[in-house]
């Protein structure tokens, strides 16, 4: 067991002196003064959890110490390797893990690496962020449940290395060789040349296949040597394992892996016979290459792209998405849930991959301040969380939701919005002031004997067109609602409120940076609940100040 922390409470000469030189870094003075507030005696008690006590090995160091050093590590962004040195070199460090005058690294490098993944596997990440939730509420005079809360995203590169059809399926392939070879305790050199796999021993995929590029076969002629070569593996893998073993970890992660690159990204040539007769079958990951002997049909690369592909192997969580319609990346989206009544409070974050939309992730972030015990008051969001099944139900409890309306593309002729839409007696009224029945969820039409004779035909049809036609959706009488409201100078000042989520997601990007460090969803989520820290522990040393000058 490690001894007990006790850092000194007041500050020394030496510490005051050495703080009026870090004005301008709010963050040491925060950390130095409000570091007991911050681990309490309930949050060293979960932190000194983590560690069993064995009695063997050196003296652990205190787990208050290496979160505090973990804290500045994140926003400073400071390498695992330069931790343990700047608890030596750097006299702001010393102050803060309270080893002023130390001569010898307080912890080695292997000890922040075994912290980070205690933290995160014992899940003490969102606890600590809690905490400084309920430090800043409380301080700011909100100690009620009672939450107004704003939500947004952000895109975040990701750290896997983005790869096209060959390559994936290349090093797929060459993963699964080499955790083969290991389970079967076969030399790899040995089994690489028995099977005359030449994506070994090459400095790229590519290289080893050594393909003129210029033909028009040459894509179809390399993609079809790595599916042979894959066959032979196949081959190998069932003279050398049974099904049981095939079908369990960690053989069957890779073979999937290869099986899903061939899935998503190819297709049978037109020429090849139908899959199924002979060739590779479409097998799931269960059944594995144990289903009998195949031959492999020969493939093209497929036209178009898949919705959930994968797109690097290093990474297999990250996805190609989009913030805008013209910006495209390849990564995460980061979405942060913070409090209106203290600007800039992150009380929580999720992180998705790039290709899901942005109200897949409004359910995670309002179910779990729901069981913190939060009464949501009000709810703003941008009109991408909408369609949430959550976010409608907060609305249909009479809660305020605040946002703006999906937007009709332009076509320069009349939209669904030209049109009077009376929801009581179920009637729509064209802007020639035809009136037809309402309905929602289906499409509605004008006669056509109405629009045939109608003096505003070229406004109002396409040119193909013979009448006009309208689909109104399921909640159009709320999304109108928020139109009304914004034509209103009130309205829009309302919707101006949210401003302190996009500079809150600045901050996180300014801390955090717009690449991920990690590759995974959950070691992603892990990074951007200790950035929310960071962020609150900024906002925590102004509502301190605030409350110190009342």
């Known amino acids: 067991m490690h001894d007990v922390w006790e850092p000194a409470v007041e500050l020394t000469e030496e510490e005051e002196n050495l703080l009026k030189l870090c004005k301008k870094q709010k963050l040491w003075e925060f950390l130095r003064e409000y570091r007991g507030q911050l681990l309490d005696e309930e949050m060293r008690k979960e932190l000194a959890a983590v560690y069993r006590p064995s009695g063997r090995g050196p003296a652990p160091v205190a787990p208050e110490q290496l979160a505090l050093a973990m804290l500045l590590q994140v926003a400073f962004g400071v390498a695992d390797h330069e931790v343990p040195t700047l608890t030596v070199a750097d006299r702001r460090w010393q102050m803060i893990l309270d080893c002023a005058g130390a001569t010898e690294p307080a912890f080695s490098q292997g000890t922040v690496f075994n912290f980070r993944e205690r933290m995160r596997k014992n899940g003490l990440m969102p606890r600590l962020l809690e905490k400084t939730v309920e430090l800043a509420r409380e301080t700011k005079g909100f100690s009620h449940k009672r939450l107004r809360a704003l939500i947004d995203s952000s895109p975040i590169v990701g750290a896997g290395r983005v790869e096209d059809t060959i390559n994936l399926l290349g090093r797929a392939i060459h993963q699964l060789v080499e955790v083969a070879a290991h389970e079967a305790e076969e030399d790899l050199e040995t089994l690489t040349s028995e099977l005359s796999l030449s994506i070994f021993g090459s400095p790229s995929v590519k290289a080893a296949l050594d393909v003129d590029w210029r033909l028009p076969t040459a894509k179809s002629s390399a993609l079809n040597e790595l599916l042979g070569q894959f066959h032979r593996v196949q081959e190998w893998l069932r003279t050398h394992f049974d099904a ?303 409350a110190a000058a009342a």
């Not at 479409?282 to 492999?296: C, F, K, S, Y």
């Not at 007696?425 to 969820?441: D, F, H, N, R, Y």
């Not at 999304?479 to 500079?503: C, D, L, N």
Request: positive net charge; charged residues 30%; aromatic residues 6%.
């Open 244 to 546: 049981a073993a095939l079908a369990a970890p960690p053989l069957a992660e890779y073979i999937r892996t290869v099986e899903r690159v061939i899935e998503q990204d190819t297709e049978p040539e037109p020429t090849s016979p139908p899959e199924g007769e002979e060739g590779m079958s479409e097998r799931g990951a269960q059944a594995g290459p144990a289903d009998g002997p195949t031959m492999p049909v020969r493939r093209q690369i497929t036209k178009g792209t898949s919705p959930d592909r994968l797109i690097s192997i290093s990474d297999q969580d990250m996805r190609f998405g989009r913030k805008t319609t013209t910006k495209v990346f390849a990564g995460y989206k980061r979405h942060v849930l913070v409090d209106a009544d203290v600007p800039g409070l992150i009380c929580d974050v999720e992180i998705v991959p790039g290709n899901k939309r942005e109200y897949e992730a409004a359910k995670p972030l309002l179910d779990r301040a729901r069981e913190r015990g939060y009464q949501i008051q009000e709810l703003q969001a941008d009109r991408g969380y909408l369609p949430s099944e959550e976010v409608n139900k907060l609305h249909e409890q009479g809660v305020s939701v605040v946002s703006k309306p999906p937007t009709p593309r332009r076509t320069g002729r009349y939209t669904k919005y030209d049109f009077d839409v009376d929801f009581e007696a179920k009637t729509a009224v064209c802007p020639e002031g035809v009136t037809i029945p309402l309905k929602l969820e289906s499409v509605m039409a004008v006669p056509i004997h109405h629009c045939r004779a109608c003096p505003s035909q070229a406004a109002c049809l396409s040119p193909k067109a013979t009448q006009k036609k309208l689909r109104l959706h399921p909640k159009e009488q709320w999304f109108r609602q928020m139109g009304q409201e914004m034509s209103t100078s009130t309205g829009r000042a309302k919707r101006r409120q949210r401003i302190p989520v996009e500079h809150a997601l600045g901050r996180v990007s300014s801390i955090q940076g717009n690449k991920a460090r990690f590759r995974g969803l959950e070691k992603n989520q892990f990074d951007l609940e200790r950035t929310a820290i960071i962020n609150n522990c900024f906002i925590l040393s102004g509502a301190f100040k605030d």
